[in-house]
């Protein structure tokens, strides 16, 4: 039988070789380790609190070992992990846990009274504190004997997971991320990076983003690569640890590589072993990326979405500045196409919606068919962004559907002003929406911060636009910002933006 049980297979190729460690404890499990903890928690999870698969388990904490652990235990018993968002409020997190309906909660001190306030938390069976999970551990890998576990029988339909969208409009959405979804991803992102087990690198993202899991965490542990876990992201301790663990693969988003751009350390630090960096969420500008290979750093763009792979597309770090602002290509084992509002296929250079089949789309949202029928149509997945392909196949993401403003009946894409903006010399970064209008119904507002040092009117603004878009699509109002709200996942803030616009309109 094919098994999905990742860490048994390479306790048996590669027992002795650490599979992760943890940056700032210094702790680190050897895939022999993880195997052993895997099988210890999946019996006290299954024996003594009598959870069965496809039973819930709900995590409130910062990155730590224990995640990886407790995904050994997925793939072991089919139990579901549900990872939550602590950045919530307890209202939020009611709403989670009184969805995901979970059997056990797990929670880190620091969390346990946001935890506590919700009613849901009254109603979970078993509660465990992330202090006694981790003493547990200690005690399971000190046993000479463990109790055998009976293998369940978990097909590439099972959930592994539960990841809630950050939910912008709305309560969160749970995508629900199958083990064949955690396999066929791996492929992909395999084939597409040339992953090795010789690979190295560190995740910076948290545990409730499917970045931390997906992007590289489940496939090297797929290939017996190794990991470091970072509780956060700082720029001067990636730049540290890049170098000083001989990391070769870094996955971020341009803000961070940004950031690890403008620290003191990055002149004198060695990126020799770094094969690439992986940059996704967003366009990363072209001064970067040649910042970046000036050091010998290659920069492969891509994209990907909770719902979907995560790794749907790349682009070859070759092609970086020929096809700047290009995501390149789908990965393997996707279908893909573009389509207009009536499903027919868009031309080339012709704007449409991104939608995509293949064995690493959800199988849908839990307990909201409503959303998984309006998402997923005739085996499709409407991904809600809207993209372009050129003449070679490269894919361009034009925008998200809902970032589309309308003015004067005309489209307006904010990625493509933000784009231009983003080239001015003093424009650090910037956002645009779409606001009401009485003329025209909606206008663009334009959310600009300032290179430290520059100055930049709003006059400055209209006249760089001027000549460069068409007079509908420049932004009719300019406010300038100390820094661009952000949210969990480390992209631009736009419900936060409205919010602000109100109270200026």
């Given at each position: 039988?094919?098994?999905?049980?990742?860490?048994?297979?390479?306790?048996?190729?590669?027992?002795?070789?650490?599979?992760?460690?943890?940056?700032?404890?210094?702790?680190?499990?050897?895939?022999?380790?993880?195997?052993?903890?895997?099988?210890?928690?999946?019996?006290?999870?299954?024996?003594?609190?009598?959870?069965?698969?496809?039973?819930?388990?709900?995590?409130?904490?910062?990155?730590?070992?224990?995640?990886?652990?407790?995904?050994?235990?997925?793939?072991?018993?089919?139990?579901?992990?549900?990872?939550?968002?602590?950045?919530?409020?307890?209202?939020?997190?009611?709403?989670?846990?009184?969805?995901?309906?979970?059997?056990?909660?797990?929670?880190?001190?620091?969390?346990?009274?946001?935890?506590?306030?919700?009613?849901?938390?009254?109603?979970?069976?078993?509660?465990?504190?992330?202090?006694?999970?981790?003493?547990?551990?200690?005690?399971?890998?000190?046993?000479?004997?463990?109790?055998?576990?009976?293998?369940?029988?978990?097909?590439?339909?099972?959930?592994?997971?539960?990841?809630?969208?950050?939910?912008?409009?709305?309560?969160?959405?749970?995508?629900v991320y199958t083990h064949g979804m955690m396999f066929w991803n791996s492929?992909?992102?395999?084939?597409?990076?040339?992953?090795?087990?010789?690979?190295?690198?560190?995740?910076?993202?948290?545990?409730?983003?499917?970045?931390?899991?997906?992007?590289?965490?489940?496939?090297?542990?797929?290939?017996?690569?190794?990991?470091?876990?970072?509780?956060?992201?700082?720029?001067?301790?990636?730049?540290?640890?890049?170098?000083?663990?001989?990391?070769?693969?870094?996955?971020?988003?341009?803000?961070?590589?940004?950031?690890?751009?403008?620290?003191?350390?990055?002149?004198?630090?060695?990126?020799?072993?770094?094969?690439?960096?992986?940059?996704?969420?967003?366009?990363?500008?072209?001064?970067?990326?040649?910042?970046?290979?000036?050091?010998?750093?290659?920069?492969?763009?891509?994209?990907?979405?909770?719902?979907?792979?995560?790794?749907?597309?790349?682009?070859?770090?070759?092609?970086?500045?020929?096809?700047?602002?290009?995501?390149?290509?789908?990965?393997?084992?996707?279908?893909?196409?573009?389509?207009?509002?009536?499903?027919?296929?868009?031309?080339?250079?012709?704007?449409?919606?991104?939608?995509?089949?293949?064995?690493?789309?959800?199988?849908?949202?839990?307990?909201?068919?409503?959303?998984?029928?309006?998402?997923?149509?005739?085996?499709?997945?409407?991904?809600?962004?809207?993209?372009?392909?050129?003449?070679?196949?490269?894919?361009?993401?034009?925008?998200?559907?809902?970032?589309?403003?309308?003015?004067?009946?005309?489209?307006?894409?904010?990625?493509?002003?933000?784009?231009?903006?983003?080239?001015?010399?003093?424009?650090?970064?910037?956002?645009?929406?779409?606001?009401?209008?009485?003329?025209?119904?909606?206008?663009?507002?334009?959310?600009?911060?300032?290179?430290?040092?520059?100055?930049?009117?709003?006059?400055?603004?209209?006249?760089?636009?001027?000549?460069?878009?068409?007079?509908?699509?420049?932004?009719?109002?300019?406010?300038?910002?100390?820094?661009?709200?952000?949210?969990?996942?480390?992209?631009?803030?736009?419900?936060?933006?409205k919010e602000i616009s109100n109270q200026l309109q």
């Amino acid at each position: 039988m094919i098994t999905n049980d990742w860490s048994l297979k390479w306790a048996g190729y590669n027992p002795d070789k650490v599979a992760v460690a943890e940056f700032e404890t210094g702790r680190q499990l050897t895939y022999a380790q993880l195997n052993k903890l895997g099988n210890g928690l999946s019996y006290y999870f299954t024996h003594e609190l009598e959870l069965k698969k496809g039973d819930r388990i709900a995590i409130l904490a910062e990155n730590c070992l224990e995640y990886i652990a407790l995904l050994a235990v997925a793939q072991k018993t089919g139990i579901i992990l549900v990872p939550l968002n602590y950045r919530l409020t307890s209202h939020e997190i009611d709403f989670l846990i009184s969805y995901s309906e979970p059997a056990l909660i797990i929670t880190e001190d620091k969390f346990f009274e946001k935890v506590q306030q919700t009613s849901a938390f009254k109603a979970v069976k078993h509660h465990l504190n992330l202090l006694d999970l981790q003493s547990k551990t200690v005690e399971l890998l000190n046993s000479k004997d463990l109790a055998s576990i009976t293998g369940e029988t978990i097909t590439h339909q099972d959930a592994a997971l539960i990841i809630y969208t950050s939910g912008t409009t709305a309560f969160p959405k749970g995508s629900v991320y199958t083990h064949g979804m955690m396999f066929w991803n791996s492929i992909n992102t395999q084939l597409r990076l040339d992953i090795t087990s010789a690979d190295r690198s560190v995740n910076v993202a948290p545990p409730f983003h499917t970045g931390n899991w997906n992007v590289l965490l489940t496939p090297f542990l797929h290939h017996g690569a190794y990991t470091l876990i970072m509780k956060s992201f700082d720029a001067d301790k990636v730049l540290e640890v890049l170098e000083k663990d001989d990391l070769t693969i870094f996955w971020a988003v341009p803000t961070m590589l940004k950031m690890m751009a403008d620290s003191p350390l990055f002149e004198d630090t060695n990126f020799s072993r770094i094969r690439y960096f992986i940059v996704g969420g967003e366009a990363m500008p072209v001064p970067l990326i040649g910042k970046w290979h000036e050091k010998g750093v290659p920069i492969r763009q891509g994209y990907g979405l909770t719902e979907v792979g995560p790794n749907v597309t790349s682009l070859n770090h070759q092609d970086a500045i020929r096809k700047a602002g290009s995501i390149g290509k789908p990965n393997f084992y996707y279908g893909a196409k573009l389509v207009d509002e009536h499903g027919n296929e868009t031309d080339p250079n012709q704007p449409g919606e991104l939608v995509l089949n293949g064995p690493t789309v959800t199988p849908g949202y839990w307990k909201n068919p409503e959303a998984t029928t309006s998402t997923i149509i005739d085996g499709w997945f409407h991904t809600g962004d809207i993209m372009r392909r050129d003449e070679e196949g490269f894919l361009f993401v034009v925008d998200r559907i809902k970032n589309m403003y309308i003015s004067g009946a005309e489209n307006v894409y904010p990625a493509e002003i933000e784009y231009l903006l983003r080239s001015h010399p003093a424009v650090d970064s910037v956002a645009i929406i779409g606001v009401p209008d009485e003329k025209w119904g909606e206008s663009g507002m334009a959310f600009i911060v300032v290179k430290a040092g520059e100055k930049l009117s709003a006059e400055d603004i209209f006249a760089y636009c001027h000549g460069k878009l068409a007079k509908f699509k420049i932004p009719k109002y300019v406010k300038f910002l100390d820094e661009l709200p952000k949210n969990d996942a480390g992209k631009i803030d736009r419900k936060k933006l409205k919010e602000i616009s109100n109270q200026l309109q």
